[in-house]
């Protein structure tokens, strides 16, 4: 079966520069959300997307922006990249119709030096 | 969404069954209860969810207390490859709320 796509799988920027990640759900899953987890620590939820609208908001620093597109994938834009960037970034889909459950992808591994 | 609160740890020989317990005495009537493990640095896998009725599937069954305060995870013969961070997480549908989780260790 189709999993959830994430790329790049691998990245490493400088401070201050900007990324872009971006993830493409299981199909026919309308629903998009973004989870962070930094070195030992669990994964945090980010934002998410219903229908390419924001439809809930966790902990996203403001220096960081998503949206969500026609075809329902998705692209996270960080601005500005600190130190404290360097995490594992997550992405999970789901259906609103099919029961919510969400399935992740297998992350991109961000390196901020 | 309710808390969670499980073990940190636990051991479990291969092929014994592994039995992961979770509190969520606060959990609402609308909240399904769902497990995810994390095997090492890998994306969140989805095992199994509930709302008060047993379930099971092929990965594992997930006993859920009449009162829904408390549940188990079961896996019936775990593996070395079932080693991982077992999440037991309540949700209503929204985004999940990752606790600290229970590490299994599954041992030869």
């Known amino acids: 079966a189709a999993g959830v796509i994430q790329s790049p799988r691998h990245l490493i920027k400088e401070k201050r520069e900007t990324a872009t990640l971006k993830c493409y759900p299981i199909?026919?899953?309308?629903?998009v959300y973004w989870y962070q987890q930094g070195p030992g620590q669990d994964p945090q939820f980010l934002i998410s997307?219903?229908?390419?609208?924001?439809?809930d908001k966790g902990s996203i620093p403001d220096r960081f922006s998503a949206q969500q597109f026609s075809d329902y994938h998705s692209e996270l834009n960080m601005s500005s990249l600190e130190l404290g960037d360097s995490a594992l970034y997550f992405c999970?889909?789901?259906?609103?119709?099919?029961?919510?459950?969400?399935?992740f992808g297998p992350g991109t591994r961000l390196l901020v030096l | 969404d309710a808390k969670t609160t499980q073990p940190p740890s636990m051991d479990c020989a291969e092929g014994r069954a592994a039995n992961l317990p979770c509190n969520h005495s606060?959990?609402?009537?609308?909240?399904?209860v769902y497990w995810y493990r994390q095997i090492h640095s890998q994306g969140p896998q989805y095992i199994i969810h509930?709302?008060?009725n047993n379930e099971t599937n092929e990965m594992a069954s997930l006993i859920i207390t009449e009162d829904r305060k408390s549940s188990t995870l079961i896996l019936p013969h775990a593996t070395l490859r079932d080693t991982a961070v077992y999440y037991c997480?309540?949700?209503?549908?929204?985004?999940?709320?990752f606790g600290k989780g229970t590490s299994l260790l599954v041992t030869p």
């Open positions: 999970a889909s789901s259906s609103r119709a099919g029961g919510e459950t969400q399935y």
């Open positions: 199909p026919r899953h309308d629903t």
């Open positions: 997307f219903y229908e390419k609208m924001q439809s």
């Open positions: 606060t959990i609402s009537g609308n909240e399904y």
């Open positions: 509930g709302l008060k």
């Open positions: 997480i309540v949700e209503t549908g929204y985004a999940l709320n």
